[in-house]
C-alpha cells in the first residue's frame, strides 16, 4: 500500500516511469531476440508435432499476457473504487490495448499451431471459446472506459466491469479440466511439465522478455494518457480565460 500512495502522485509517476520504459523495452527485445534464436534453432523438432511446436515460444507468452492484462486490469479497478488511486483509471486504459492485442495473438498462434495438431483452424472447445470471449470482454472494456472519459466519469462503471471480467480467468485456466476439449491439458504446473526440457527451457525467456516488453508499452501508454490529460486540462483552462 505504501507503494501504490507513493506513486499516486502523477509527477512521483513519471519521474520513475520514464528511465523504466526504456529499461523494460530494452531487455524485452533482447530476451525475446535470444528466445527467438535458441526456439528455432537450438531445440529439437517435437518428435509428433515436428517442427509446428516452434510456436509455443509465442502462443504461450500470448496466452500468459492475455490472462495477466485482465488480472492487472483487475487490480487497477480494485484500487480505483476501494482507495480511490489517482492513476488507476490510467492504468487500466493503458493495459487494456496491449492485453486485447496478446489475446488476438494467443487465438492466432493457436489456431495456426493447431491446424496440422488438430486438422482444423478453429474448434469450439473450452479454452478457445473462453480466450475468444475474453478478447470479446477487453473490446467492450476499452470501449466503455473511452465513453466514460469521453463524458468526464469518475472511472467506477469501467472498475466494475473489470472486475466482473475476472470471472472468465479461472473459466479459461480449467477449461481443459473441466471439459472434455482437443485443446492438450495443463503442460506446465509447480510441481514440473510434461514438455521436455530440451523444448522448455527458452520458453522461460520468452515468458520474460514479452512480459519487459508489455510493461514497457503499459507504461509508454500511461505516460501517453497523462500527456492528453493535461493537454486538455490546459485548454479548459484557456477556453475559460
Known amino acids: 500500500m505504501a507503494t501504490l500512495h507513493t506513486l499516486a502522485n502523477p509527477a512521483r509517476f513519471l519521474k520513475i516511469a520514464r528511465p523504466l520504459t526504456g529499461i523494460f523495452l530494452g531487455t524485452g527485445v533482447v530476451l525475446i531476440a535470444v528466445a527467438v534464436w535458441a526456439g528455432l534453432t537450438q531445440t529439437p523438432p517435437d518428435y509428433l508435432q515436428g517442427e509446428t511446436v516452434r510456436i509455443l515460444y509465442i502462443h504461450v507468452p500470448a496466452a500468459w499476457l492475455g490472462m495477466g492484462g485482465w488480472s492487472g486490469i483487475a487490480i487497477a479497478s480494485l484500487s480505483l473504487i476501494v482507495w480511490r488511486h489517482p492513476l488507476a483509471q490510467i492504468a487500466g486504459r493503458a493495459i487494456a490495448w496491449p492485453g486485447a492485442v496478446f489475446a488476438a495473438l494467443c487465438l492466432a498462434t493457436g489456431s495456426i499451431w493447431g491446424r496440422p495438431t488438430w486438422g482444423t483452424w478453429w474448434q469450439w ?22 465513453a466514460d472519459a469521453d463524458r468526464g466519469g469518475d472511472g467506477r462503471i469501467p472498475a466494475l466491469y473489470g472486475l466482473a471480467g475476472t470471472a472468465l480467468l479461472p473459466v479459461i485456466r480449467y477449461s481443459v ?13 509447480l510441481t514440473g511439465s510434461s514438455i521436455d526440457k530440451s523444448l522448455l527451457w527458452p520458453l522461460p525467456i520468452a515468458l520474460a522478455g514479452f512480459t519487459f516488453l508489455f ?18 486540462a490546459r485548454m479548459r483552462r484557456m477556453a475559460r480565460a
Open 215 to 232: 510493461a514497457a508499452i503499459v507504461l509508454m501508454r500511461m505516460r501517453t494518457l497523462l500527456a492528453q490529460a493535461k493537454a486538455e
Open 125 to 146: 472447445d473450452g479454452r478457445l471459446t473462453s480466450m475468444l470471449l475474453l478478447l470479446f470482454v477487453y473490446l467492450g472494456y476499452i470501449a466503455l472506459a473511452r
Open 177 to 189: 479440466v473441466w471439459w472434455n476439449t482437443l485443446h492438450q491439458g495443463q503442460s506446465i504446473g
